[in-house]
């Protein structure tokens, strides 16, 4: 596997141990380019597609544990799965060894199946419990005809006690064992086939925290004895910073932020970043910023905003230059106005909802003038900020709710809803940030979330 030179894909090094000091020495295992996984509606009544990926570029390297977190719902899982080649591809590449895992079949196939493996969130559903431990290992051994049957045996009793069972389990069914042993079996079996690149889907969120650490103490040993390759898919920020080598940090179905997961946690550069290591109690992040509160929950992956993905909740936002000066309590009222305005456009809604649409049925939530009179209570505005509410009003007490969001938005709009960021270099060792922010001109996302943190509301 061999190490690309593309410009513009966020490549680093890893951290420490077994990871290379810099990039000249590594080996990339993994290369995703522009990555896109959409889910179109099925049926009579179908709607936009799902963006659950939508254009992720980054590359794993050889022996390192890359990090994926975010919310859930964010696309993590998805991006495992579409990389591993369980999911078809929309757009864009995954390639692993010079080879386009999206257009492989039959033997290539069956051989990237054979180097890339997944252990999943769940041990109880992703084993079957009518299989001993010894068949569950096994079977991947048996799929791709590995061996004779008394290797087959001898390589999963080695397994058993790779993982820290004993051979007596070999004859036992997953019902038997703790959450943490059937996680054991879990890991073997993704080893039996010798991968080299395992996605490990949140493989401790379900377990208790002793048995976390103990799993992760197993899984950091087997790639320092197999010279494992980790993509390591978790919500839980604060386990991601024990095991990452580099952490990318994902929302609505984009890498917002890449880097080594020691300078994004000391200095997170991108305002979602911020605003994730600042909610976690007792913070691992190395800042002592108070805590960051988004509003409300991430847009539908189904009806993206324009421009960043994460403009409809940054507390760093580009403000238009004239209407710089608007209080902050005026920019909140400004800002929920516009969510729920969103909210009512449909954006996101299901079946239920775009068949009443689709029938000229109303599916509004209460009145417009009492939501805006709750909001903007002891709010002054300006006269130009008035009438550019007025005039969205107008289209939502006429049920066009869409036409009051476009209103607002080319009135209080700004960069931020026209461009969707490049990745900006941010730091000496690579780290980049999808972030406008960045460029010249703008106040750091950091400088920016401080300031409005600390300014009194009106
Ligand atoms: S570009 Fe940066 S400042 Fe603008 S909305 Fe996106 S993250 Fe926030």
Redesign the pocket.
Known sequence: MSRSDEPGTNEEPGRSGANPASTDDVETVVEVRDLKKHYEDEGFLTGDPVRAVDGVSFDVYEGETLGLVGESGCGKTTLGRTILGLESVTAGSVSADGRDVASLSGTELREWQRDAQMVFQDPDSSLNDRMTVGEIIREPLDAHDWRGRPERRERVFDLIERVGLNEEHYYRYPHQFSGGQRQRVGIARALALEPEFIVLDEPVSALDVSVQARIINLLEELQEELGLTYLFIAHDLSVVRHIADRVAVMYLGNV?ELGRTEEVYADPA???TISLLSAIPGSIAETDRERVVLRGAPPSPRDPPR????????????RPDEFADLPEGTWNALDALHSVLRERSGSGTGLTERLKRSLGLSVGDGDIDEIVDDLFAGVTLTDDADAAVEDALEFAREGEDAEAVAALRDTFG????R?H?HPHVVDDSGRT??????EEG?DS?AE?VDRRLSRPRD
């Open positions: 917002v991108h305002p979602y421009g960043c993905p994460f403009v409809t909740r940054c507390p760093a936002k580009v700004s960069v931020c809803n461009e960021p940030s999808r972030c406008v922010r960045h703008y996302p920016v």
